[in-house]
């Protein structure tokens, strides 16, 4: 798909080709405006020689030709945007950073991957979910990803992974460290949603972005370079869960993941609002149809839902199924 310079370039290049067939006619219409006077002048003198007696001829000068005007350039347009080196980007060698990566204080709704097209289940048999007790449903429910790979364990907080404590597998039920559990998957997509026993303890955001930061790097140093990590949101609870857990006010997880989508751009992730299907938009809550017995977790039909929102919000991938049209045809490519 032609992107924004490429369709510029031929707008321009159609331009310039426009301005310089304008010029040629006006340089044709000169010279034929003064070929049609020289010999008009010849005419006027030929008459005028035969009317009288011809004088002595004395040697004049040769005529000098008119010279043709310049011919008129395009200008060459201005690019709003700096010139940018695209030569090494296809490379595996780290290239220099073209624009700031900080980001302080990105709404998590707004970098979140958008609605694309619908995978089909195949793509999750390349998938590994890692998290706590509450992404371990992906794997206990009838969500038709049975085939993923799952490293989910009860109470497990970012420090789980990092210290990579052995822990016992919601899914699988095997006593395992979690690290070691991922890289053993070596995943195509890796979905991370860990961080809700983290928020129980309150002032613990700082500590806990430091941790996933930390996460983060031992992942890209264990996995295939080319694996797509995607930060799920934390959901939101119950309005009661509050009044014995203050750490999980419903405010305050949606300003954590304001901290995670920010993260997940610095460390060159995606980030998922899986919060869209599960809460409600007014205040964050969980959706009273999904919710279970202590207002934290999920039941079947919240499950279920949260696994079509994954299928329908990925990032475009050559290699992956699609149900229906493929979005990339969408997108007029």
């Known amino acids: 798909?032609?992107?924004?310079?490429?369709?510029?370039?031929?707008?321009?290049?159609?331009?310039?080709?426009?301005?310089?067939?304008?010029?040629?006619?006006?340089?044709?219409?000169?010279?034929?405006?003064?070929?049609?006077?020289?010999?008009?002048?010849?005419?006027?003198?030929?008459?005028?020689?035969?009317?009288?007696?011809?004088?002595?001829?004395?040697?004049?000068?040769?005529?000098?030709?008119?010279?043709?005007?310049?011919?008129?350039?395009?200008?060459?347009?201005?690019?709003?945007?700096?010139?940018?080196?695209?030569?090494?980007?296809?490379?595996?060698?780290?290239?220099?950073?073209?624009?700031?990566?900080?980001?302080?204080?990105?709404?998590?709704?707004?970098?979140?991957?958008?609605?694309?097209?619908?995978?089909?289940?195949?793509?999750?048999?390349?998938?590994?979910?890692?998290?706590?007790?509450?992404?371990?449903?992906?794997?206990?429910?009838?969500?038709?990803?049975?085939?993923?790979?799952?490293?989910?364990?009860?109470?497990?907080?970012?420090?789980?992974?990092?210290?990579?404590?052995?822990?016992?597998?919601?899914?699988?039920?095997?006593?395992?460290?979690?690290m070691e559990t991922i890289a053993a998957s070596q995943p195509d997509y890796l979905y991370i949603l860990v961080g809700t026993n983290n928020l129980v303890v309150q002032g613990s955001e700082e500590s806990f972005i430091a941790y996933y930061e930390r996460l983060i790097d031992m992942l890209r140093e264990q996995l295939n370079p080319g694996v797509i990590i995607y930060i799920q949101a934390i959901p939101g609870v119950q309005e009661d869960v509050v009044d014995s857990k203050p750490g999980l006010d419903n405010t305050r997880i949606a300003t954590a993941n304001d901290l995670l989508a920010n993260m997940a751009l610095r460390k060159g992730c995606y980030y998922i609002n899986i919060r869209e299907a599960l809460t409600n938009p007014a205040d964050g809550s969980q959706i009273d149809d999904y919710a279970t017995k202590d207002g934290v977790h999920f039941n079947a039909a919240g499950y279920r839902a949260w696994a079509e929102y994954l299928a329908t919000h990925t990032v475009w991938n050559r290699r992956s199924v699609y149900s229906g049209e493929n979005p990339y045809y969408i997108y007029g490519a």
């Not at 003064?34 to 010999?39: D, K, N, T």
């Not at 010139?83 to 290239?95: H, L």
């Not at 992906?138 to 970012?158: F, K, P």
């Open 1 to 178: 798909m032609a992107d924004f310079y490429t369709y510029r370039n031929e707008v321009t290049g159609k331009r310039r080709r426009r301005k310089i067939f304008l010029a040629l006619i006006v340089v044709l219409a000169l010279l034929c405006a003064a070929v049609g006077l020289f010999w008009f002048g010849r005419g006027e003198t030929a008459a005028a020689q035969a009317a009288t007696p011809a004088p002595t001829q004395e040697p004049t000068a040769a005529p000098t030709e008119t010279p043709a005007p310049a011919q008129e350039t395009a200008a060459e347009p201005q690019r709003i945007l700096p010139n940018v080196d695209t030569a090494a980007w296809d490379k595996s060698e780290a290239v220099p950073a073209t624009i700031d990566t900080e980001y302080l204080n990105t709404d998590h709704r707004m970098v979140a991957v958008p609605m694309l097209g619908t995978v089909t289940n195949s793509y999750f048999d390349t998938v590994t979910f890692a998290g706590d007790s509450i992404a371990s449903g992906l794997g206990i429910y009838d969500t038709g990803y049975h085939n993923a790979h799952y490293a989910t364990y009860v109470s497990a907080g970012v420090q789980t992974f990092v210290n990579n404590v052995s822990v016992k597998n919601a899914v699988t039920g095997a006593t395992e460290t979690p």
